[in-house]
């Protein structure tokens, strides 16, 4: 590993032949929690999906988690998966199954096959998240907070060097929107995971001060200093 968990370098981000963003630099360190703002349309979504493997990058090098994107076939796209976990504003738990059967679906999904090592180590994520005791219940009986409590479980299931967020407090209220950030930043910190988070959010910016990436005009730059963010 080179301590960096995304490197991007010239790279130019696609939607369909629209392009998105252009002449991308980019880095994340190891452990290091970021956000990612922008008004919407500027590409947000677009970058995030690049770094997962959802969109191809067509131009420019890129590597996320050791893994590089150029050219990157589809198969390769559970490995970087794995290495990854990613958090949606809509949770995106499947409804028809209860908490524990949602993480020990990924789990199988991700080649885990010893029934006693998956029941031990969705014990060990809701835990973490303070969700043991709803590890029976369906996801339409959470609230959203908890809801997002579960979603955050799943992605840290395979030890994910890196967490993707795409607004995760987009849909929670202002408090549960703290509770949140409280959850993500000190799993972030213990575990020495990195975050790229996409966010509207500035009362959490302003609540979580942290190293700030922009995009706008068609490209991600680096915010200075959190006084000088404007959300759209
Ligand atoms: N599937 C698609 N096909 C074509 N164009 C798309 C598609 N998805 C998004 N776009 C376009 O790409 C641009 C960037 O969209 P993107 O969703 O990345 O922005 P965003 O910053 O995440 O916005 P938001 O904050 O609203 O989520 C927009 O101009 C959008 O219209």
């Not at 703002?37 to 677009?46: A, L």
């Not at 504003?89 to 524990?100: A, G, I, P, S």
């Not at 709803?134 to 479980?153: D, H, N, T």
């Not at 967490?163 to 549960?176: F, S």
């Amino acid at each position: 590993m080179t301590g960096k968990v995304i490197q991007l370098e010239r790279a130019f981000i696609y939607q369909r032949n629209h392009l998105v963003l252009s002449n991308v630099e980019f880095e994340l360190n190891e452990g290091e929690f970021s956000y990612l703002i922008g008004k919407t349309g500027s590409g947000k979504s677009s970058l995030l999906r690049v770094l997962y493997g959802d969109l191809p990058l067509e131009e420019g090098y890129g590597k996320v988690v050791g893994i590089e994107l150029n050219g990157m076939k589809v198969s390769k796209i559970p490995t970087l998966r794995r290495h990854l976990g990613i958090v949606f504003q809509d949770f995106q738990l499947l409804l028809d199954r209860n908490v524990e059967k949602n993480l020990a679906f990924v789990l199988k999904a991700t080649g885990w096959k010893d029934k006693q090592q998956i029941n031990d180590r969705i014990d060990e994520v809701l835990e973490s998240v303070g969700m043991i005791s709803k590890k029976k219940m369906m996801p339409f009986r959470l609230s959203g907070g908890e809801q997002q409590r579960v979603s955050i479980a799943r992605a840290l299931l395979n030890h994910p060097e890196l967490i993707l967020a795409d607004e995760p407090t987009g849909n929670l209220d202002p408090e549960t929107s703290v509770e949140i950030m409280n959850l993500i930043l000190n799993l972030s910190k213990e575990r020495n995971v990195a975050v790229l988070m996409a966010t509207h959010d500035y009362n959490i910016i302003q609540k979580f001060p942290a190293k700030t990436f922009k995009c706008e005009d068609g490209k991600v730059h680096m915010e200075e200093s959190s006084e000088s963010l404007f959300i759209g």
